[in-house]
């Protein structure tokens, strides 16, 4: 049978503990050499009303869970003008006004689908419990105080991989610009974790003093500036553009999840080449275009840092006591919806949870 | 409704004619820039008993029908020694011996997976309409013998889809090494067409003479040399390996269907960029490895010449009357599964074909 969830039986099948446990050994793998990724593409449709059709794919291998995975997303994007600048939404173009994100589970020993199950929950566990395994690896081992930039759902799954792997942890200081949202999760986490949790006054009052500080907002411009930070605070992010400048140059030790930092673009029109440095305003109408967000140049090159995978196998030179480190989360990996959609469908199966497709419904008897 | 279909069901669904004329649209549209590809990665995983698991992917997007696809394959490959070489065998690990090859059909308005489908037998028929279609637009217009090298499926898909861009073909000579194969297809052909079929003593004997010569065989020597083609023959082939030395460097236009010609590997303990020039008995025993297949230097750049999309917009310059031209039906592309996939949906949804499953269980409400 191949296995059918919803992200709603996903959040109740896995812990945020279990995710990072398994991305652990995963990455370890892939640092030894005995995982693999192939990274991700985007093909981009014709740009009609501000908006293109973009299909995206990434597959990843993870033969200690004997698991092959794809993952895809099949979304209209659409490039709104506000006051702030342009926003990109993906649009909820499905029946229903539903995303399409999925995941594609499969057996290296039988070839098999194992499962197709929706990516969102995994998505944002994923990045969460990335951004904490660079903390693991690379922050101070006694630590006390986070600032968390950022009070979404994706800010509360920082907290919560965060203190998986930093339980030393005895304060946070949450700031996001509307008052009522940082509110709202300071008290949450505060009930959670029973720990003191602030509501910041501003991102300066988080991050001074702090030994962690975490970006997790939507901000493509920076969120944290170096003048604020102490001397030996790890730096994490969800993307570059939230660091201020210096950041990078200044951190004695900068990671990154994969040098292979951006994704391989395939424009309709624009030739059977990938590009790598596409602007995702292209095809704007003119005053949109004048607006647009430019990706600002690096002060250091991110595809020759340290990734994941040496991290995790330790395979980089120690930084100095007491200095300065930077963990960026670029893009994904096929390889996490490989290790943590086999984690998912051990689970599902183990305890009866889910829908079921014949598999015989996917296999063929024909030579492909 | 997100649709299942059987290769039986797609079989009868759509003829040979109607995916030439589908993927000749398809190819305009690639030419003028209106679709687009991701081309295909395979990552290998560890190679165990001679054999490696294999995740192959590719990706499509044909705007004119609305249609974004993806086929993938799930394959075990075992590299056997046989008295003629290596031979590279696709396991049938699925559950009651089957293969796993899967085609997920996308719509571009609405996002939705419209169905989910098995690739062998369009994998097998727009290999053969586009060696047809490549005729098309550079064999001579009237022919009328045609030599036709194989005698196996493709062959006979290949000899359906020719006749069908060149009903003046009056003549079939099929050669393969087994007198009861080759004399098997030339019966089943002259019973279909009504034409004259011959069941060739030798290879040199049913190309001589021949006005259109088509390989569609498993050897990876050539079957087809130089000396015995007519000047103005147009040769075709589904792998460059068919081909005897001189005759790529000897034709006046040599077309490819891609240029990305070689798929891009990922293999587990390779490091994270894609190797091109993968030698797939690499990790065999010493003893097989001594006797394994290189691929021979190239006369002629593939990846230089012109593609289907050009040749069907016809951006190229002519080739001079009566000159020789070959077609080398390169690697897939994913835009091939958009196009006849979409096909295959439209049909089955108008007649009512096939297995449903709800959509919404590929559905999600949360953002990915």
Redesign the interface.
Known sequence: MTL?L??EEIGHLISMGEVIDRLDVTYHDLGN???????R?D????FRDNAR?I?K?M???A?RFEA?A?R?????IRWNVTPAGIRKD?Q???????????I?L????????LA?I????I??MRVAATNALGAKYMAPEYISTYALLGAGQQAAAQARAMLHVRPSIKEIRVFSPTPATREKLAAELAAEFGIKVIAAESAEKAVRGADLVGCATNSITPVVQLEWLEPHAHVTCVKELELGPGILGRSSLVAVH???DRP?N???????NPIYDHDPAQGLPEEVARTRITRPENEVDLTRQI?IGELAVGRFQKPPHSSMTTFVNTIGMGLQFAAIGSLVWEKATAQGIG?D?P??????????
Chains 1, 2 share one sequence.
Do not use: C
């Not at 050499?33 to 990274?39: D, L, M, S």
């Not at 499969?106 to 689908?113: A, D, H, I, L, N």
């Open positions: 059918v919803s992200n050499g005995e995982a693999q990724n192939r990274p593409s093909i981009y449709g014709p059709y299909f794919t597959d990843g291998m033969p092959a794809i895809l997303n099949s979304d209209t993906k909820p173009t499905g029946p229903g006004g539903k995303w399409i994100g999925l594609l499969f057996s290296m020993r039988t070839g098999e689908p197709i929706p990516d969102g929950m998505q944002s994969t040098r292979l391989a395939y424009i309709v029109g624009e030739g059977e990734d829908r497709i598999t015989d419904w996917f296999l063929e008897d024909m030579h492909p």
